[in-house]
């Protein structure tokens, strides 16, 4: 059984179209990070949040701790938003790393 | 810039031999990690040490060994007794030693090293 759920695994998207990823986890945490992993493997870290919502430029992470889940959002997305994004919850120095969701968006 | 070097970004080894993973951090991070991802699937963890000297197994830690004797550095090595190495290995770390307030940042990824086995 895995701990996280992401969804779609994969995304296609025409730039400047709104994306969604979506990710349920069935653990109790104590943060939940968004990662982005570019072609080359390279992963940076997007957002870390325990509550609510945070925006950072386009992109918008929000989280629901009672129904366990979180969901990225990208607004008028671009050929260089095309990365893996991964939904990781956390427990303490314990991470749970969803198989990370495919994004392409096309010009 | 502060940040964390994994070397080199491709590596290539013949079955059997021994092969290490250089992690280097200049972030003054207490903490430090090694994960594996393989096609498909999540980023597993291998080891954490959290201090200089002192270092913990991870999920699957069989067929790995790792040192801290510098807090910068956080080698892995894939032993001839890790049965499936080819992966993707990916190296991070975190300041502090206790629990930072959960708003803050810490968490830091390397590149990365692709490890191929033949």
């Known amino acids: 059984k895995n701990e996280v759920e992401q969804s779609p695994q994969n995304l296609t998207a025409q730039e400047g179209e709104f994306i969604t990823i979506n990710c349920s986890y069935s653990?109790?945490?104590?943060?939940l990070h968004w990662l982005q992993q570019h072609p080359g493997g390279g992963i940076v870290s997007l957002f870390m949040l325990s509550s609510g919502k945070k925006k950072h430029g386009r992109l918008i992470a929000t989280i629901n701790i009672q129904e366990k889940h979180s969901s990225l959002h990208i607004t008028a997305s671009h050929p260089r938003d095309s990365a893996v994004y991964i939904c990781a919850p956390r427990t303490g120095n314990q991470f749970y790393f969803g198989t990370g969701t495919s994004l392409t968006v096309i010009p | 810039d502060g940040g964390i070097t994994q070397s080199p970004k491709y590596l290539f080894r013949k079955e059997g031999q021994n092969v290490t993973l250089s992690c280097e951090q200049n972030l003054n991070h207490d903490a430090m990690y090694w994960y594996r991802q393989d096609p498909g699937q999540g980023l597993r963890l291998i080891y954490y040490?959290?201090?200089?000297?002192?270092?913990q197994k991870g999920d699957i830690a069989e067929g790995y060994s790792v040192s801290r004797e510098k807090k910068e550095s956080f080698p892995l090595t894939v032993t001839s007794a890790q049965k499936n190495p080819t992966a993707f290995y990916l190296c991070?770390?975190?300041?502090?030693?206790?629990?930072?307030?959960?708003?803050?940042?810490?968490?830091?990824f390397g590149s990365g090293t692709r490890l191929t086995v033949v």
């Open positions: 040490s959290q201090i200089v000297n002192d270092f």
């Open positions: 991070a770390s975190k300041r502090g030693l206790r629990t930072l307030p959960e708003e803050s940042y810490g968490y830091t």
């Open positions: 653990v109790g945490i104590s943060a």
